[in-house]
C-alpha cells in the first residue's frame, strides 16, 4: 500500500530488461512509500539475474564449511557464488 497516496494499492516495477520466461509478480501486504517499494523490486530483479548464472567445479578436497547455501569464491572466476548443492 502507497503510503504518499493515502494507503491505496501500488505497483512498481524493476527497469530494464526482463528475464526470459514468465514474469514473476510478488504481492507484498506491506505500506511502503512508492521510491522504498521501487527499491525493493530493483533488488529482487538484481537478485534473480544474479542467481541465473551457473558454474560446475570438482574438486578433490573436501571443506566442511562450505555446503549448499555457502557464498563462495571460485579461483579464476570473477564474482561470488552460491553454492546449491555439492556431491561426494
Not at 27 to 39: D, K, Y
Not at 43 to 71: F, H, K, V, Y
Amino acid at each position: 500500500y502507497d503510503i504518499g497516496r493515502d494507503y491505496q494499492p501500488g505497483v512498481q516495477r524493476a527497469t530494464g530488461r526482463p528475464p526470459p520466461g514468465q514474469p514473476r509478480t510478488i504481492e507484498l501486504p506491506a505500506a511502503l512509500t512508492a521510491a522504498n517499494a521501487r527499491l525493493l523490486a530493483e533488488r529482487m530483479a538484481s537478485q534473480a539475474m544474479w542467481s541465473r548464472d551457473m558454474l560446475q567445479w570438482r574438486t578433490c578436497e573436501l571443506d566442511p564449511a562450505i555446503g549448499p547455501g555457502a557464498i563462495v569464491s571460485v579461483p579464476g572466476q570473477q564474482g561470488r557464488w552460491r553454492v546449491s548443492e555439492w556431491e561426494w
